[in-house]
Every structure is written in C-alpha cells, then in structure tokens.
C-alpha cells in the first residue's frame, strides 16, 4: 500500500521536472503517427513542456494566465498543459465535440487568453466566434493543414511556439526553475467544465494539492506502478481521463500511450496491450456489443460453445480468483483456452490487470459478462469535484452493483435523512471559476455535497441516483431512472434509454436502438432496411425491443416496469442539444422536444379506459 511518505510534495510541473531528472531516459509517453509508435521520454517530455511553456510566457502569458486546449488527445495535449504549468499558467479543456456556441462559452467563461487547436475544424469554431472573445490573444494550432492561406495575425503553429521558447530559454536559462520553484500545491492548476447536464458548464478549479491526492489515491486503490500501461483515449477535458494520463503517470513514473485516433481506439488497444484500461458505461456496451455482433456472424457450433461458456462461468463470475474452488478454476480454464482468451485479444484487455468504469451508471449485466470472460473489471465513482475517483471496487472484494470503498485521502458519508453522498478530503476541488454562490451551495461544513443519493452495502458505497432524478410516481412510489434504464440498456439492441414516471400512473420510456446491433439482427433474419429511421419503425424491430424489455422487467420491482415504450426514429444528437459531450442525457430538454410522444405514451391508454 502506498503512503504519503512514497509521493514528495510536488506540483505536476515539479514531479515532471523530478522524473526527467531521475530516469531521463525512460520512455514516458508514446505517440502513434502513420502507423508507428514514436516513443518520448521523460527528458525529452520535460524539454518540450519547458520550451513551449517559455514560448507562451514570450507571447506574454503571465502567472495565473488562462490557457484552452481543444483538441483530441495527443502527446501536444500534455506538452501544452505541462508546458503552461510550468509557467504557473492555469489550463482549461474543452472538448473537440463541442460546436462552436459552447467552445465559445468556455473560451469566454474561463477568460483564456490563449487556445490550442489541433486542426483547421477546431481552429474554424474558434475563429467563428473570435467578436464574442475580447480576451482572446492567440491560436495556436497542433496541424496546420489546410490553414496556409488563413491572413490572420493571431495564429501561430505549435512547433513555432516551441521554438520561440527554445530561442527565450537561451536568454534566460533560470527562467523554469525560478518559475517551478515558486509553485505551491495551494496554486490553481487545471480547470475542469462540468458536463451541463442541467445548464451552463461550470468550471471547477483543481489546485495541485488537489491532483496530488488524487494520483495517491488512484495509485494504491489501482496498484499502479512504473510498469503499468495505459492508453489515453477519452478526452483530457475530463477528469477521469486527466486522473490515469498526467497526475497517476507522472507521480507513479508510468508510461502513457496515444492512439491515432478516437476511432482506431479497438487497434490501438490490441497493439498496446494497456494492463489498466478506462472505459466509460458507453465504450464496455459497444464492446459488449461487438462481440454480440461477432457470435452473431459467428452463428452454429461457435455461437453455442460461446453460451455454454458464459452459462458455465458465469456463477462464479465475481468471485475473487483465490477463492474459487478447483471445479471453478478448470471450468473458467477449459473456456478460457477455448473461447476467452479470443475474446480478450479481440478486446485487446488479455494484459489488463485492472479495467476501470466509472463516470455513469452502468448496466450491471454488462459488468458481469466482462468479469465472466476474465476481465478484471471493477466499478469506481467520482465527480470532477473530487479531481477523480473517491471511490473504488477492489477485485478481492466485488460487490455487485457497488463503487466500493473510499480511497486514500478521502472521507465519505451518507447524509441521514436525504441519503446524499458527502465527501471530505484533500482531492475536493477549489470551487467553481466565478462562481461564489455554487461553490457554496456545493461545499458546506467542509463537505462536498455530490448530488447523489447513495447507500451502505456490505461495506462499500452503491449510488442509487441523482437526488434530482428521483421521481415520484402519481401514487406516491420513488423511482430511481437510472436503476430502470441502466437494466434496460444490458440489452445488446438498445443503446439509450429515458424513462418518464414522475407525477405519473406508470412508467414509460423513449427508447434509442443501437443501430449497429440491431441492423446486423435485421441481415441475419433478412429484414431490410433503409436507415435508421425505417430499421426502428420496423414492425419486427419493434417485437425485438419489446422481448428486450420484458426481460429487463423481470429484473425490476413491479412499480418500476415499464408499460410501455417508444422508439425514437433518430440518434439522440449533441449538436441537437440532446446530450452532452460525454453523452449524458438531458432529460429537460429531451422531455420537451418529445412531449407530444411522451403524451401519446398515456394519452391512448386514458382514451381506452374511457
């Protein structure tokens, strides 16, 4: 177990200086570009941060300056952020879904003076919206293709930057050092834009200390050492992807990999062999659903080995390997050479030794399939407010539907009365960027106060909801959506799912197919289609749901069955202000745009009962 005493008392920028200084040679980060992996080690990671941060000091960013990156993730995304850091310069993330009306409340809100744009599309939005950025001072972009005829003075390259410190380094050796020197865990770091699930985004201030807490804590609940390996995918603007890229990595020593892509992220996986993966609810039910596809075309004798694999294994599923009997062990065995063990390198999960989800409630049907065929997968639970993971499953203690325990350096209770979770501890963020009056309804007696209704079970913390999402039925029941939804959405075929009952007789839903699952069923059982529209309003596809959603019933309290559902004819949409950019539903905005269905939903049984 990790102490306080393994971690020195230093800032990110302090630590990436340390390690540079410790093990110059070993390799950091890698990058894959044209389809090779480039390595960059810790010198070198250092050198490049210290140029580019004294190239945004020479075109005048000053301690305390505000700096944006909008951008995939990519090694420039850590050099930029490291390289501000070093300067005491504040980074803010934005993510590259976002359209150009919500990079520009961000840019506006967070008062950054200065944003990294990783191409022609992001830079585009950027300049789109330049009259409502008075602040703004500088582009800098990562790829400069197709920005060669662009007159405008306020762009500069990446590389250009990185020179322009280099050249300023030469004139000022000592300027880093004095810089890094003066930093303080108490110092703002990093500031972090809630999803806005429910209005505008809020920017969540993340001290040093704040990180630092936080990379303890992920370290001894993970086991995480300088031998680990991760793959960094989701956007850096989250947290969780903040937690397992720089502030885990750079203070356990371990090595970070970059992908080509968001969408090469199965190939890169295979290739890395990551032994501890992240994944957000969404990524496990595409993965989930991929191997579905695959037996699906697999069909015959390999279908039904797959069946009885998981029928056979799936008993013991969360059971700790040690205390399995040697029945179990030969058993799990016996599928693992026949059936797993393909599944895992289709994954590209055979090496991961902790796979993570956490974020978003999860179908607990997809988290017991993963641990059936082997991968170790564990729930965590954390909000941007506590810089990361607070809470963590251990795989010697799994229980089902729990987010485990507290980790290291932070307290937590359930609050009598309301059942909301609070939190108290070093990792509790600042407060919100010129936000007095939310950072205090948020904070109180020292308690971060999460939003989330929570429960003791055998020992470790289970989240029921969010307190604002309970609803209460016509006849006075409460609900838990998420419970509902997350049950529903263990089918392969339904990708989203949004219950409505609050002030109602019953529950419904609107309900979103996922169009790559159910249109391989649909070639497999030659019902055609056109696109998504005509594949949901298929009589067929829709006795498929309802035999989905019957058998999600059966898991659920009478009063929580869904009565009756319809299926929405397109793709919930972030650009349609439908979700966020992580993909959260919301609910206000759903509810409003599709009243006249939801109406339909129990309008027509009103009329028959009349």
């Known amino acids: 177990m990790s102490t306080e005493a393994d971690f020195p008392s230093l800032t990110l920028p302090q630590i990436l200086r340390e390690n540079a200084r410790r093990m110059p040679d070993r390799v950091a980060l890698h990058q894959k570009d044209f389809g090779i992996w480039q390595p960059l080690t810790w010198s070198e990671y250092y050198a490049r941060a210290r140029h580019f941060g004294q190239g945004l000091h020479a075109l005048g960013l000053q301690p305390g300056g505000h700096i944006a990156i909008l951008s995939e993730n990519r090694i420039e995304w850590v050099i930029g952020q490291l390289g501000a850091g070093l300067v005491r310069a504040v980074t803010v993330g934005v993510y590259p879904t976002s359209p150009a009306n919500e990079v520009a409340y961000v840019l506006g809100h967070s008062d950054a003076e200065i944003v990294i744009c990783e191409d022609q599309e992001q830079s585009d939005k950027v300049l789109e919206s330049l009259d409502q950025l008075p602040k703004l001072r500088r582009i800098i972009v990562i790829d400069p293709k197709g920005l060669r005829h662009y007159t405008i003075e306020l762009l500069s390259t990446f590389h250009e930057v990185e020179r322009l410190g280099a050249a300023f380094e030469k004139d000022n050796p000592g300027f880093v050092d004095a810089a890094v020197d003066a930093q303080r865990l108490s110092d703002t770091g990093l500031m972090i834009y809630t999803s806005g699930s429910t209005g505008k985004p809020k920017g969540a201030m993340l001290s040093y200390g704040n990180m630092r807490a936080q990379a303890l804590g992920t370290i001894d609940r993970l086991g995480i050492t300088r031998e680990t390996r991760s793959l960094s995918y989701l956007p850096l603007c989250h947290v969780a992807e903040q937690m397992l890229t720089t502030m885990a990595p750079l203070y356990s020593g371990s090595c970070v990999s970059f992908g080509e892509s968001i969408r090469t992220v199965q190939e890169d996986l295979r290739e890395v062999a ?212 997350n049950t529903v959405k263990g089918s392969p075929f339904i990708k989203e799912c949004i219950v409505i009952a609050e002030a109602r007789k019953y529950v419904s839903a609107l309900i979103q197919i996922d169009a790559e699952t159910v249109g391989k069923w649909a070639e497999e059982n030659r019902v055609t289609f056109t696109n998504f529209r005509s594949l949901s309003e298929n009589p067929r596809v829709r006795e498929l749901v309802a035999a989905e959603v019957e058998h999600a019933n059966s898991q659920l309290a009478q009063v929580a069955q869904i009565k009756r559902f319809h299926l929405l004819t397109k793709e919930l949409d972030h650009d349609d202000d439908e979700v966020t950019a992580t993909m959260k539903v919301r609910r206000s905005n759903i509810y409003r745009k599709y009243q006249p269905e939801i109406e339909a939903l129990y309008g027509r049984v009103a009329a028959a009962a009349e």
């Open 274 to 485: 990551p032994t501890h993966f992240l994944g957000v609810p969404r990524i496990w039910e595409k993965l989930h659903s991929a191997i579905q596809i695959k037996m699906i075309e697999a069909g015959g004798m390999r279908r039904r080995l797959y069946e009885r694999a998981l029928a056979a294994c799936e008993p013991f599923a969360e059971k700790p390997v040690a205390q399995r009997s040697l029945r179990e062990r030969i058993i799990f065995a016996t599928c693992y050479a026949l059936v797993f063990r393909a599944l895992q390198n289709f994954t590209g999960l055979r090496a991961a030794k902790v796979a993570l989800t956490g974020a978003a409630p999860i179908p607990p049907i997809i988290v017991r399939f993963f641990r059936t065929i082997g991968v170790p997968l564990v729930e965590v639970y954390g909000l941007t407010e506590t810089t990361g993971m607070v809470t963590g499953q251990r795989l010697g203690h799994l229980v089902p539907g729990a987010v485990g325990e507290a980790v290291c350096n932070a307290e937590v209770r359930v609050e009598p009365g309301t059942g909301e979770l609070l939190v108290k501890g070093d990792m509790v963020f600042e407060g919100y960027y010129k936000n007095e009056e939310a950072t205090r309804a948020s904070i109180r007696d020292g308690w971060l106060h999460t939003g989330d209704v929570a429960a003791l079970e055998s020992g470790q913390i289970k989240i029921v909801d969010r307190l604002k999402d309970i609803m209460i039925t016509a006849g006075g029941k409460n609900l838990s959506p998420s419970e509902i939804e």
